[in-house]
């Protein structure tokens, strides 16, 4: 069975009811429920939610419900690995042979279809068979030159050396662009506990302009826009 999981909690305490708030003429859930279906790589495209409201939502939307969320996993404080351990276990303990599992978030409008499609054939096309993939971006800023203050609220400097060099110079970083992850739990077992963040990870490298947070109601007008022009560009 080839699983998409989208975990979304009914709570959020920055943006009440984000995951089903209206995006650009949806529910934000509906655009990933939307992206995994018309990539057609998956067999089941399951909600992991302990909202009945969401869940009702996300049926009409194409996807399935096959259980509500227990409440030990519905808090702020629990982590992406516990839910998505949680979502496999459930079929794992039916019998399911998952051949390869996505973790999308309902948060990630700017998905598309195509993407998925693309990430997956590059990850699955890797000679070393990675047992994950994760979308990652490269950092706007050199992080090197990251500075903090001291006692007095002063700024400590990085090295000289960082700060001398030219941008160019300093190695390229990259960090989690918060949108999807794949895993073989054939591979990878159910029950590692290992971060995606791990010399096993195949990176789906993403330009900037597919990457965007929404944490608060600034990063959701900056989505919102920029979500309406790369329809209008078909990207």
């Not at 051949?99 to 409008?109: E, G, N, Q, S, V």
């Not at 903090?148 to 090295?159: A, E, K, M, Q, R």
């Not at 895993?183 to 490298?205: E, K, N, S």
Request: hydrophobic share 40%.
């Amino acid at each position: 069975m080839r699983l998409a999981v989208i975990p979304a909690r009914g709570g959020s305490k920055r943006i009440p009811r984000k995951n089903i708030r209206e995006f650009c003429g949806k529910p934000m859930i509906a655009w990933s429920i939307e992206a995994a279906r018309e990539s057609g790589c998956f067999d089941r495209i399951i909600v992991s939610t302990d909202d009945p409201e969401l869940a009702s939502l996300a049926e009409q939307y194409g996807a399935e419900i096959p259980f509500l969320r227990p409440s030990s996993l519905a808090d702020d404080r629990v982590g992406t690995r516990p839910v998505l351990h949680h979502a496999l276990r459930y079929f794992i303990d039916q019998g399911e042979r998952i051949t390869y599992a996505l973790f999308l978030y309902p948060t990630a409008p700017l998905v598309t279809a195509r993407r998925l499609a693309a990430s997956l054939k590059s990850w699955l096309n890797d000679q070393t068979r990675p047992e994950r993939a994760m979308a990652v971006t490269t950092f706007a800023y050199p992080p090197q030159r990251g500075f903090t203050l001291d006692s007095n609220g002063h700024i400590i400097p990085p090295s000289p050396a960082v700060m001398n060099a030219r941008s160019q110079d300093l190695p390229v970083m990259y960090h989690d662009a918060g949108q999807f992850y794949f895993i073989r739990p054939d591979l990878a077992g159910v029950v590692h506990d290992q971060p995606f963040i791990h010399p096993d990870t195949f990176p789906v490298i993403l330009p900037h302009y597919l990457v965007q947070d929404i944490d608060d109601e600034d990063d959701w007008i900056r989505a919102e826009a920029m979500f309406q022009y790369l329809l209008r560009k078909e990207v």
